[in-house]
């Protein structure tokens, strides 16, 4: 597959997704399916300044045409669902220093922040994997590997799908999406003896989140403490307030599977995930950015280098990168 033999080649399809209006609705793109070539990119930088991976599984704009012909929704009504331009994010506090991973296919497409095998089975027609699992919460909310919804009013599909399809889709992008995310992982312990994963999202504004004046402008998720240094989730609250942000931490989101499945402190894998309010940056009738992108993207871009900095105090026993 292209771009998951040579990880650390420029990320493959920037050329491309320049060369469109970033910003509008029509930055989606249609494309023949993924055969051939990466559904996700991969930048890796020709020396790492820090141990730290930067993920967006949920902000991919590249819709495969049979998908929109399966579909029952418009093109801008599809993209609910996407943590739009957060990818953009990512590259920016990253600034050629820190790896990023990003996902090109949409999730209303795959889910790859799920199980390998959440599937509801009566979206299928065709029998699930016997190891399937069809109860969790999410797969009964409809956000399973395989979504059934953008939102809650908004189901995506005029009927049931083939399961191969569902299953082709899991081979072609969720496999090697994870294998890539964990052989990323590896070689950033491999020479720092540690790896911090930033799993980065949106949330829609219409997210009601218990807080003293009822605004939360970004969600902190370490199962609970589970999943990486509870210095860490205390140093990017602090550093994320200092910056004028409202945090919470855990609710509602204490972190997906993959904050769960990576996520192992004990064995110098940390993995944190961020939810940012979409109303910092975001027109969510559009799918368009605002003016406060450019603000908010300095701001991640300055927390991450901060967040960082602070390694040297939480990890005293950091290797250097090798010369």
């Known amino acids: 597959m292209v771009g998951a033999a040579d ?3 420029p990320r493959d399809g920037e050329a491309r ?17 993924f055969e051939g ?15 730290l991976l930067l993920a967006s599984p949920h902000s991919g704009r590249d819709y495969p045409r049979d998908f929109l012909t399966m579909t029952r929704l418009d093109r801008v009504t599809i993209r609910r669902s ?13 600034g050629g220093r820190l790896p990023v991973l990003a996902a090109r296919f949409p999730r209303a497409w795959l889910d790859v922040n799920r199980e390998r095998l959440e599937l509801d089975p009566r979206m299928f027609t065709g029998a699930v994997p016997a190891d399937a699992n069809t109860r969790s919460t999410r797969v009964a909310g409809g956000l399973g590997t395989i979504p059934r919804i953008v ?11 083939p399961i191969a399809e569902a299953m082709a889709r899991i081979e072609r992008a969720y496999e090697p999406y994870h294998a890539t995310l964990r052989h990323s992982l590896a070689r950033l312990h491999g020479e720092f003896g ?11 504004s219409s997210q009601r989140i218990a807080s003293a004046d009822g605004r939360v402008d970004i969600v902190l998720g370490d199962r609970h403490g589970k999943s990486c240094h509870p210095a860490l989730t205390d ?27 990576y996520g192992r402190p004990e064995r110098g894998l940390e993995a944190l995930q961020i939810e940012i309010s979409r109303a910092l940056y975001l027109n969510e009738t559009t799918i368009t950015r605002t003016t406060g992108f450019a603000p908010l993207a300095r701001d991640f871009t ?11 105090a939480i990890y005293g026993d950091l290797r250097q990168a090798a010369e």
Not at 82 to 94: K, W
Not at 151 to 160: K, S
Not at 194 to 204: F, K, N, Y
Request: glycine share 6%; with cysteine.
């Open 7 to 9: 990880r650390s080649r």
């Open 194 to 204: 540690r790896a911090v994963l930033i799993d980065c999202h949106s949330m829609p």
């Open 302 to 312: 300055r927390f991450i280098d901060r967040l960082v900095a602070g390694f040297a």
């Open 235 to 261: 140093l990017a609250a602090t550093l994320l307030r200092d910056a004028g942000y409202r945090v919470t931490l855990n609710k509602p989101y204490a972190g997906g599977y993959t904050t769960e499945a």
């Open 82 to 94: 996407e943590d739009a331009f957060v990818d953009d994010l990512c590259l920016a506090a990253a």
């Open 17 to 33: 997704r320049k060369s469109s209006v970033r910003g509008k609705t029509d930055d989606m793109r249609i494309v023949d399916g």
């Open 151 to 161: 939102t809650e009013r908004d189901d995506i599909y005029r009927g049931p799908i």
């Open 37 to 51: 070539e990466a559904p996700f990119d991969l930048v890796w930088p020709s020396r790492v300044a820090a141990p």
